[in-house]
């Protein structure tokens, strides 16, 4: 998990730009909990005092001040209740998670990423939710992000926050340039779409006579070759013909299947016609930022445009397609982030109650606003970025928020599969080694990485 790319040419680490999500910046007072006004168990009604640590999902000093205002309004309306807040840099935030929690000084709340949720539960570490409010309520939380923080015994270990997500989007001033072809629907329809949008320095297209492949001025579409950059899309290729990137049991590949070969072969298309992107285009993923925003792809997949994204690039003109298809559906790869409680809390239950205020519709909405990050929750409509004053990015992300209904969450594995994979297939993409040859060595791998890794 190194830096990514987003589209406003920031570096996160995969796991901050994918689940980049933290404390609300909320001003206004939401309802807490019936709990709110009750003395926690052995505090005598006096005020508690809760630690919560958490990666930023903004600027630092905007993070920290949100999140103040945050804590003072639960405060104020939950018996002068304080959480104090500790910001982690991405960089370490899991090695002081590490220690924390193996050496008993974890704080009462911490927000934490997929994979770290799974392995901080599954060591006992963290408490699980509805053992502290047997009637939470979940209503309209997305089932995937509910279902993936569940532990083998069927219990919750953390709270939905928000997610983030890429969205495949389109340059329209080179889609007019092509003469407006139809958009596409399937991933086979988008690798022909792609040809119809790539143009070498002369002008001409794929199938024109005299298309110079190696002299290309705009490309159909980007592919960089960074695996931090492809895993917010790679694997929304495989799920859509019914094939995953690992097997059930987490032991093998997941693509050695019709399906899965399919899906390969249509992604090798696109790069031997000459409409993607050579790989190796840029070694600097923040270069990749600027693909799609000044004309040298047509189509990309990216993180939702910021207004000082378009004021970087103010021609810019990006419509959001609508997620391919395929055989088994549509999908899209998505990061979600929790809101955890530890084990060893001696308060549980204003623990909770602040996971509730901070999970509020009104509190949420207040952070997306200001994050550009999308709802797990579909209580949360589209109208809560009405409040952006910047009209593009306003319409971008309104316009990519239905496309969280076909969000899919990466599996939780003891080893780094993802990074791996997206190497071997690019292998295979970029023409270095044939289908069967990378499958053969993709599945010895991950066998080993996994009996490595105790499974």
């Known amino acids: 998990m190194s830096e990514p790319l987003t589209a406003q040419g920031t570096a996160y680490s995969r796991r901050a730009f994918l689940l980049m999500a933290a404390l609300g910046a909320a001003t206004a007072c939401s309802p807490v909990t019936p709990k709110q006004q009750t003395e926690e168990q052995g505090n005598d009604g006096k005020p508690v005092e809760l630690s919560f640590w958490k990666p930023p999902g903004q600027e630092p000093k ?19 209740d304080k959480v104090k807040h500790l910001l ?31 392995q901080f539960s599954s060591a006992g570490a963290l408490a699980a939710l509805n053992d502290v409010d047997a009637n939470l309520d979940l209503t309209g939380f997305q089932k995937n992000a509910i279902d993936s923080a569940k532990g083998k015994d069927g219990k919750l270990y953390g709270m939905p926050y928000y997610s983030s997500r890429w969205v495949l989007a389109l340059n329209e001033k080179i889609w007019e340039k092509a003469g407006k072809p139809a958009l596409p629907k399937t991933y086979e329809d988008l690798g022909e779409f792609a040809k119809k949008l790539t143009f070498d320095r002369s002008g001409n297209t794929v199938g024109d006579t005299g298309f110079d492949k190696a002299n290309i001025a705009t490309y159909g579409l980007a592919w960089p070759g960074l695996y931090e950059i492809e895993t917010n899309y790679l694997w929304n290729y495989l799920w859509a013909y019914g094939a995953d990137y690992v097997s059930e049991d987490g032991k093998d590949v997941g693509f050695d299947n019709a399906g899965g070969r399919e899906a ?21 993923p923040l270069k990749w930022g600027e693909v799609l925003l000044t004309g040298r792809a047509g189509v990309q997949w990216i993180a939702p445009p910021t207004a000082e994204t378009f004021k970087k690039h103010p021609d810019a003109r990006l419509k959001v397609l609508d997620l391919p298809s395929g055989p088994s559906g549509k999908f899209v790869v998505g990061g979600v982030g929790y809101l955890c409680i530890s084990a060893k809390t001696k308060y549980p239950e204003t623990a909770l109650d602040f996971i509730k205020f901070a999970t ?19 209580t949360i409509s589209a109208d809560v970025y009405a409040p952006l004053t910047d009209s593009k990015s306003k319409k971008f992300l309104t316009d990519s928020l239905p496309q969280g209904e076909f969000m899919r969450l990466t599996r939780p594995l003891p080893y780094n599969a993802e990074q791996y994979l997206a190497g071997e297939i690019n292998n ?8 069967d040859k990378m499958i053969k060595d993709a599945s010895k791998q991950i066998h080993t990485m996994a009996k490595n890794a105790g499974m």
Not at 264 to 280: D, H, V, Y
């Open 62 to 80: 905007a993070e920290n001040a949100y999140f103040d205002d945050l804590s003072a309004s639960f405060a104020s309306s939950h018996n002068n």
């Open 88 to 118: 982690l840099p991405w960089n370490d935030a899991l090695t002081k998670y590490t220690a924390a929690f193996g050496g008993g000084t974890a704080p009462d709340l911490s927000y934490l990423v997929l994979l770290w949720l799974n």
């Open 264 to 284: 390969l072969t249509l992604m090798r298309k696109i790069q031997e016609s000459g409409a993607a992107t050579p790989m190796t285009l840029y070694s600097d």
């Open 360 to 378: 509020s519709d009104d509190n949420v909405s207040k952070y997306l606003q200001q994050t550009l990050l999308f709802p797990v929750r579909d």
């Open 428 to 435: 295979y993409v970029s023409g270095q080694k044939d289908l």
